[in-house]
């Protein structure tokens, strides 16, 4: 998240707002001093908040569906944005069965 928010002018985190998971990227988008807003879905973005922003920044909660996530990014490509994908890092985390189990 730290490289996201340094690097954009607006982070939009696509997120339950009930999720703890999501309130902890938007705090720590916030805290490097990004404007940042949680939002549920698309329909949620507030051109005010676009107006002095060059490079938008789009994450999400880890249980957030990829749907919920393409109609944000699909907002801004039918508005003639330019997309880029960008990561920073990518996860292989495996969990064994327990023993009992396998």
């Known amino acids: 998240m730290?490289?996201?928010?340094?690097?954009?002018?607006?982070?939009l985190i696509v997120g339950d707002p009930a999720s703890s998971?999501?309130?902890?990227?938007v705090e720590a988008a916030t805290a490097i001093g990004t404007r940042t807003h949680l939002i549920s879905r698309s329909a949620e973005i507030c051109d005010a908040w676009l107006t002095d922003a060059r490079v938008v920044?789009?994450?999400?909660?880890?249980?957030?569906?990829?749907?919920?996530?393409?109609?944000?990014?699909?907002?801004?490509?039918?508005a003639g944005a330019v997309v880029e994908n960008a990561s920073v890092l990518e996860e292989r985390v495996r969990f064994r069965l327990p023993s009992?189990?396998?």
């Open 2 to 11: 730290e490289w996201l928010a340094r690097t954009v002018d607006l982070v």
């Open 21 to 25: 998971n999501s309130h902890r990227l």
């Open 57 to 78: 920044g789009v994450s999400a909660g880890a249980s957030t569906p990829d749907d919920l996530v393409a109609c944000v990014v699909d907002r801004f490509r039918h």
């Open 100 to 102: 009992a189990v396998a």
